[in-house]
């Protein structure tokens, strides 16, 4: 995984507290067309600078589909809901799924809830048609004993239960420290995913993030047939340069056999997104990348 990636991530959830940075379906959970998208995270600096130009770029090259990063005191990009929504609908876009992160200040433990902010992040979900509500990091806090885990992983159950009241799920994203950290002689991802109930968190696997938790993308796919609703269809090459050992490149050129994970995943009959996400572009620009990844997409029937 790019740093710059896990530095926001990371910045975004500690700014939470006492902030709004995070705050019917058109996607019914019942019906699950399998849908081909991207990660918006992917051209994040050309989102930033000119974010009605980005999209319309992408809607050009033929995405149909786009999955948010930015979500900051009840806007997606600086637009409201409405506004954004609007925006998406006439390029013919939408947007099933995003990512915001479920930290420890979104949970009131003297009163049992969600603060009004996760309850405003689900509601403008619910709003933007999102089929999918996707917390993309673990804080460290409750990672630091398997107690705070599992007390994590039932606030995890709990948003699946407010997500399902719009028609929704909660999902999980994960990145690599989840295959590297064990308790005993499990990972935290194995006890994530045995503890977490299907029927409410979904589980969107990044096929590329895990390979510097040491992990392999088709072995944990075997492990768990059909927990993997949505997917972060990634490749990977050895990193030039930082302190991991792989970043992202271009689909089908790396290590990851990424056709033959995501036509396992088709066909077990778990997966119904499959999001590009690419953080690193080795010279060429994002969106140069975000066209090639999609050609090599529809090349191979997605």
């Not at 040491?214 to 030039?240: M, Q, T, W, Y």
Request: glycine share 8%; net charge neutral; hydrophobic share 35%.
């Amino acid at each position: 995984m790019n740093p710059s990636r896990r530095d926001f991530i990371k910045k975004s959830a500690l700014a939470v507290a006492g902030t709004s940075l995070f705050s019917s379906s058109l996607f019914a959970t019942n019906a699950k067309p399998q849908i081909l998208g991207m990660q918006l995270y992917c051209v994040r600096n050309e989102m930033k600078a000119d974010p009605l130009g980005t999209l319309k770029e992408l809607s050009k090259m033929g995405y149909q589909h786009v999955e948010h990063a930015n979500y900051v005191n009840r806007k997606f990009y600086g637009w409201t809901p409405a506004e954004f929504k609007k925006i998406l609908t006439d390029l013919g876009m939408t947007m099933p799924s995003g990512h915001t992160v479920l930290g420890p200040a979104h949970w009131d433990e003297a009163k049992k809830d969600f603060t009004d902010t996760w309850k405003y992040t689900v509601e403008d979900a619910a709003y933007m048609g999102q089929q999918f509500v996707i917390s993309p990091w673990m804080d460290q806090k409750v990672r630091q004993s398997k107690d705070a885990l599992m007390k994590q992983l039932e606030i995890f159950n709990k948003s699946g239960e407010l997500c399902k009241k719009s028609g929704m799920k909660f999902g999980y994203h994960n990145h690599d420290f989840e295959f590297s950290e064990k308790f005993g002689d499990k990972t935290l991802y194995d006890i994530i995913l045995e503890n977490t109930d299907p029927n409410l968190v979904m589980q969107q696997l990044d096929t590329g993030n895990l390979y510097n938790g040491g992990a392999k993308a088709l072995d944990v796919v075997n492990k768990f047939p059909g927990r993997f609703e949505s997917l972060h269809v990634k490749d990977e090459i050895a990193a030039a340069g930082g302190h991991e050992k792989y970043e992202s490149t271009i689909l089908g050129t790396g290590i990851v056999n990424v056709k033959e994970v995501i036509d396992l995943c088709r066909q077990s009959g778990g997966t119904i997104h499959f999001i590009i996400e690419q953080e690193s572009y080795q010279g060429k620009t994002p969106l140069q990348c975000m066209k090639e990844n999609f050609e090599v997409m529809k090349k191979w029937g997605y």
